[in-house]
T-cell receptor
Framework: SQQGEEDPQALSIQEGENATMNCSYK?????LQWYRQNSGRGLVHLIL?????REKHSGRLRVTLDTSKKSSSLLITASRAADTASYFC???????????FGKGTRLSVIA | KAGVTQTPRYLIKTRGQQVTLSCSPI?????VSWYQQTPGQGLQFLFE???????NKGNFPGRFSGRQFSNSRSEMNVSTLELGDSALYLC????????????FGPGTRLTVT
């Protein structure tokens, strides 16, 4: 069963605009990760944020985590056509628990 | 370093047959996880291996099995294939178990007819 729920399911923006995707989850976590997938290929790890962190940056990516609301957001600034992909959040609980993925947000960046 | 490799990349099988998929992790990575991805169910965890031991198993029937070898390479096997087993099977490796980010292979696209 899915732990994370991404919102929106699909997002279409113009090149240069910012894209924001949200992820909500149900149970307490050890960390939350964001991944990108291009056209049914393998996933690429983008960023990991631990439960005691509130914000993390990596290049044009900014991730926030609000454990009180059990939610996270991924912001991609100055989007490019190459950012077109599906984005997944994945949560890791405490102890020996597997990574659980949401169903993803499909981002289309139009040139 | 070479990335995670999966073989074969594409596979067509008939209902009732069995299939074995292979995954070679990044050198030095000791943890390998397997996922099934379908349009309807999304990404679902199958199992995770660390140092040849299965650490966790997802909610899949016993037809799905796996193993890990001493060189960390892993295989998964699906017996008595059903149409619903058609999916992209993804393998991911990480340095350790249950903590680090995962590095995914390109996947094996299995079609069951």
């Amino acid at each position: 069963s899915q732990q994370g729920e991404e919102d929106p399911q699909a997002l279409s923006i113009q090149e240069g605009e910012n894209a924001t995707m949200n992820c909500s989850y149900k149970t307490s976590i050890n960390n939350l990760q964001w991944y990108r997938q291009n056209s049914g290929r393998g996933l690429v790890h983008l960023i990991l944020i631990r439960s005691n962190e509130r914000e993390k940056h990596s290049g044009r990516l900014r991730v926030t985590l609000d454990t009180s609301k059990k939610s996270s957001s991924l912001l991609i600034t100055a989007s490019r056509a190459a950012d077109t992909a599906s984005y997944f959040c994945a949560t890791r609980g405490s102890g020996n628990t597997p990574l659980v993925f949401g169903k993803g947000t499909r981002l289309s960046v139009i040139a | 370093k070479a990335g995670v490799t999966q073989t074969p990349r594409y596979l067509i099988k008939t209902r009732g047959q069995q299939v074995t998929l292979s995954c070679s992790p990044i050198s030095g990575h000791r943890s390998v996880s397997w996922y099934q991805q379908t349009p309807g169910q999304g990404l679902q965890f199958l199992f995770e291996y660390f140092s040849e031991t299965q650490r966790n198993k997802g909610n899949f029937p016993g037809r799905f099995s796996g193993r890990q070898f001493s060189n960390s390479r892993s295989e998964m096997n699906v017996s008595t294939l059903e149409l619903g087993d058609s999916a992209l099977y993804l393998c991911a490796s990480s340095l350790a178990s249950f903590v680090d980010e995962q590095y995914f292979g390109p996947g094996t696209r299995l079609t069951v007819t």
